[in-house]
């Protein structure tokens, strides 16, 4: 049986959650100003970029608000293809692309999947990144991907961007977010190699993506 204090405590708790959830409902949601992304440095850690686009039927299926595809290429011939897609909050800041099902759809055998982890500057903790190996006649598509939002806040997984978008939502207004992956096809000698480069790659990124942040106003 549910005592006084107890139905008095729910009570207020879900009044406080009703008006909560309506004074957010009120503000209004904010529209991007400027996409900046695509200025991102041609020339990363070594590598230099040039742009691509995808299919039309690829963007809309990824309908993201800003796409940054990219494929980067060192002086001894390694090319890795840098992919951002973000999404304003009016979109609700996450993408429905999941590597975990369209490598399979797409003819990819996963044959390796970890989480892989990364020191970034000034964070007393180790920031994890996922990591996939995906093998197609012969060829392996080495990828290391993560989400990304508040400009700095990097997570592996998308429950943790929902939390963050969460709390962006009611502390900020703004709960955009953006899913970035980083690939590179090789054979199977050139593996571990490629891990090692994509994984390199993916901290320089980290490191640049919040100067180039999209500005929602």
């Not at 995808?54 to 001894?76: C, G, I, M, T």
């Not at 990364?118 to 990591?131: A, K, V």
């Not at 963050?164 to 955009?176: A, M, Q, T, V």
């Amino acid at each position: 049986m549910i005592s006084n204090k107890t139905y008095g405590i729910c009570l207020v708790s879900l009044l406080a959650t009703l008006m909560i959830t309506g004074l957010l409902s009120l503000r209004p949601t904010p529209v991007i100003a400027r996409t900046n992304l695509e200025y991102l440095p041609m020339e990363i850690g070594g590598y230099r970029g040039t742009d691509d686009t995808f299919p039309e039927s690829v963007n809309r299926e990824l309908n993201a608000d800003k796409q940054l595809y990219r494929h980067y290429r060192s002086s001894d011939g390694s090319q890795l293809d840098l992919y951002i897609g973000y999404y304003g909050t009016a979109k609700g800041g996450r993408t429905g692309h999941n590597p975990y099902a369209c490598l399979p759809s797409a003819g990819w055998a996963i044959v390796d999947s970890r989480k892989i982890r990364i020191r970034q500057p000034n964070n007393t903790s180790d920031t994890e990144l996922n990591y996939v190996q995906a093998r197609r006649n012969g060829v392996n598509t080495v990828m290391v991907h993560w989400y990304q939002t508040a400009g700095s806040t990097v997570m592996s997984t998308g429950i943790q961007q929902n939390i963050k978008k969460f709390l962006g939502r009611i502390l900020r207004n703004r709960n955009d977010g953006a899913f970035i992956q980083i690939t590179s096809q090789v054979p199977n000698e050139m593996v571990a190699g490629a891990k090692t480069k994509t994984r390199n790659f993916a901290e320089n990124v980290i490191q640049l993506l919040p100067k180039f942040w999209p500005v929602e106003q």
